[in-house]
């Protein structure tokens, strides 16, 4: 998966418990992504970041926070998880431009009880 | 919002046959991209066409793009069990030095043996 780790792979948590997942990349690119993946919706963009402490919001960005104080780390944050935010996670990276070619990690599924 | 729609939502066929899956999007892009994804797994990039571009070829696939009709085609040959997969469409647009990749919902291909 193009030197991309996601942690952890698989959560449970509790409704109204704080939740941070990390994507670490060793490839020194410059943009770094949050995807979810729910049926029938696709993919969706939470958050981005086009470079360390440069960050923007997503289509779905409501109840999430995001950090990038290295060029390896991405930080997803779900300040007081909900049972809608029950899905799987995505983190992707590219280095060549913001809408060009996407490198995934293997994913993040998040279940919040 | 999703930018891309693929169609049809589903698809099945025989081992050895072709399988074409086709997008369609609603704004001018810049490029046109598609992704599998195997179940369980993160996407994988397979091909990029940019908006200049008619048609390009990658091994057995074949994409052709006809930004007109605003529409693009993914062309798998001789189709493997293998194969067996989801595919996404992605479009990249003009909206500036950070605009995003938008996916569709995807495709599930299956090829039987």
New interface residues.
Partial sequence: ?AGITQSPRHKVTETGTPVTLRCHQTENHRYM?W?RQDP??????IH?S?GVKDT?K??VSDGYSVSRSKTEDFLLTLESATSSQTSVY?C?ISGTG??????????TQLSVL | ??QGEEDPQALSIQEGENATMNCSYKTSI??L?W?RQNS??????LI?IRSNEREKHSGRLRVTLDTSKKSSSLLITASRAADTASY?C?T??YTG??????????ITLSVRP
């Fill in positions: 998966d992504y995807y029938g919706h696709g993919l969706r963009l981005y086009y923007d997503g289509e995505f992707a913001s809408n060009e070619k996407l490198f995934f990690g293997s994913g | 919002s999703q810049n490029n991209q992704y369980g797994r993160g996407l994988v990039h990029l996404f992605a990249g647009g030095a950070n605009s995003k990749l938008t996916f569709g919902k995807g």
